[in-house]
């Protein structure tokens, strides 16, 4: 009876061995399959008295050979010793390109600290995944004409003399409605302890941005429902507007807050968490839960304890999952928390993979990959489905210093940028936003006209107030007027802070600065602004229920309805005591 006997280094997978015993045509014989480590990698067949054999180990015995027999005929040609290594690389790499397809195929030269540097894969591109062995994936970072610099994405078992093979694909990810309420990594596992989603869809991580005629105006508005930011620092659909501050400031819950507020709405969120701690993340999934909100939020996750290729590539994997919804027509909210540690991860691979280092230790490209990012987040244009991506990056600062590497490079690419003060969150002002310093360079035009003109007179008041604040700690004897501005700034800060996970609908806001930027809150003492707007506010939809109507409608408040409200709003207060 025949006898076959196969030999690897590692376990062949069943689907291996099916194919296996089809091509040798074992069908009458009998099989035996041995696991020898000494093999490196590969399998060598003994087939009766026929032996063939492509293991890693038979290559480097015959690179041997070939490589005793160079150097004693160079010895006896007189050929200088220095000279050597370059006539071994020559002639190695021939005998090893015509036992395996160099182009496909190489050899692991060095891993550790999750990088591994390979030999040969001549054909491999950019950002290709890699199959290492049958045990781990990687991602081609860096070209070289010798070697290939590679992150290991999954699998850390990966070792020296491993054959490394090019999938020629880019890495995807599995996207659509079935990501809806769960919690992934960013290789599309779930992370939530649920069957994994199914879905037929997969979309490649790194996708280009659309191109200037693919967009078209940011020109809806994408509510918060946070007041101080909806009238000041307006966000509309398809724009990238930056969350910036210390720790600790309350930049997480603004993100969330905005995602709560997006429910009924028709919006899809996705909430993606780099290098976050999983015990803070899993208090925002409760969080969402509670407020309804995790229904339309897909979180995507990376650890503070996971690799940094994975921390890396979790921006992408988000951006494309948002991106499917996007093409589809839908309207989506990224938030992206936070990209400071984006950067770190990337600079940890950067100076593994011994790319020169730039200014504070990131590598030159830091800004590309952030750019790149960001400008898959748009606002299509009509032809294209008319759908929209609003991406709400966070940037943590070190002490306030918004002039730092990272800092600077995003918020020069973002459409502006929400700046949170740690200052001001000590003083007990929640939402901690510096009006000063932050800015929204297309969110005006998706603003209803009626806040648009309210909200520009409040921001000159609180600057105004700002200002003189300043100057009266030095004076003491302060005239009337001053004291007046004083007084009333002090109550437009107060009505605009905000208790977390309380958004406010659009009408609600309207009428609250409608009332602020009158000055109808003169007579109401500092402490109870709060109380005043609710009642006002209940007041109001009940008494001009058809005026609130139009106001939804419309975005407007005609002048005929503007005096009616304000006479309304003026008996109301009258009669407040
Ligand atoms: P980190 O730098 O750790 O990521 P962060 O800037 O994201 O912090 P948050 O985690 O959002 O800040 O908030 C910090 C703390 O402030 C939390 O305990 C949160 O509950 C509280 N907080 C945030 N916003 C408000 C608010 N509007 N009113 C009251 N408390 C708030
Ligand atoms: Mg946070």
Do not use: W
Not at 12 to 36: F, M
Not at 278 to 296: M, P
Not at 539 to 544: D, F, K, P, T
Request: with cysteine; proline share 3%.
């Amino acid at each position: 009876m025949r006898k076959v006997i196969v030999k690897s280094s590692i376990e062949l997978t069943r689907d291996q061995k099916t194919k296996l015993e089809l091509g040798l045509n074992v069908a009458e014989s009998e099989i035996d399959y041995i696991i020898d480590e000494g093999l490196i990698g590969g399998i060598a067949i003994l087939d009766g008295d026929k032996i063939l054999d492509a293991t890693a180990a038979q290559d480097l015995i015959d690179m041997k050979k070939v490589a005793d027999k160079l150097i004693s005929d160079s010895l006896k040609k007189g050929i200088a010793v220095k000279d050597i290594p370059a006539l071994l690389k020559e002639n190695s790499k021939d005998i090893v390109e015509s036992q395996l397809d160099f182009k496909v195929c190489g050899k692991v030269i060095s891993a550790a600290d999750g990088v591994v540097h390979i030999d040969g894969l001549s054909d491999c591109c950019y950002n290709e995944l890699l199959l290492i062995g049958n045990k781990a994936y990687a991602l081609a970072m860096n070209l070289t004409t010798n070697s290939i610099g590679a992150i290991l994405l999954s699998g850390t078992a990966v070792e020296y003399g491993d054959i490394a093979y090019s999938t020629g694909k880019i890495i995807e990810v599995p996207v659509g409605d079935a990501l809806l309420g769960r919690v992934i990594d960013p290789l599309g596992n779930a992370l939530d302890g649920r069957p994994a989603a199914r879905t037929d869809i997969s979309r490649r991580i790194e996708f280009p941005a659309p191109s200037i005629v693919d967009r078209s105006k940011v020109k809806e508005s994408l509510s918060t429902g946070i007041l101080a930011i909806d009238a000041m620092i307006p966000i509309g659909k398809g724009q990238r507007e930056l969350i910036i501050g210390d720790r600790q400031t309350g930049k997480t819950s603004l993100a969330i807050d905005s995602i709560i507020n997006q429910r009924g709405k028709n919006v899809i969120c996705i909430y993606v968490a780099i290098g976050q701690r999983a015990a803070a993340v899993s208090k925002i999934v409760k969080t969402l839960e509670e407020y309804g909100a995790l229904s339309y939020t897909i979180i995507v996750l990376s650890t503070a304890s996971d690799s940094a290729p994975l921390q890396y590539i979790a921006p992408y994997t988000g951006s494309a999952i948002a991106e499917n919804f996007m093409y589809a027509g839908r309207d989506v909210l990224i938030v992206y928390d936070d990209l400071s540690k984006h950067a770190v991860a990337y600079r940890t691979i950067s100076l593994l993979l011994k790319r020169p280092a730039g200014r504070e230790a990131f590598p030159g490209d830091i800004f590309y990959i952030h750019s790149k990012l960001l400008e898959r987040a748009a606002k299509l244009s009509k032809e294209l489905g008319g759908g929209s991506t609003t991406a709400l990056p966070i940037i943590e600062t070190q002490a306030g210093d918004i002039a730092a590497y990272i800092p600077t490079n995003v918020i020069s690419i973002t459409d502006g940028q929400i700046y949170l003060e740690g200052e001001l969150f000590k003083a007990g002002q929640r939402p901690a936003v510096n009006v000063g310093l932050s800015v929204s360079r297309v969110g005006g035009s998706a603003q209803t006209k009626l806040m648009r003109n309210l909200s520009a007179q409040m921001r000159l008041d609180i600057a105004h107030y700002r200002e003189l604040a300043v100057f009266s700690q030095f004076g003491s004897s302060l005239d009337e007027s001053t004291k007046e501005i004083l007084n009333y700034g002090a109550k437009i800060v107060e009505s605009i802070k905000q208790a977390e996970c309380s958004p406010l609908s659009t009408l609600k806001e309207e009428l609250y600065l409608f009332a602020i930027v009158n000055k109808y809150l003169k007579k109401v003492p500092q402490n109870k602004v709060h109380e005043f707007l609710e009642a006002y506010y209940n007041y109001i939809i009940m008494q001009e229920a058809e005026i609130c109507r139009r106001i939804d409608e419309s975005g407007e408040l005609s002048a005929e309805d503007e005096v009616k409200l304000k006479k309304t709003t003026s008996d109301y207060v009258s009669a407040y005591k």
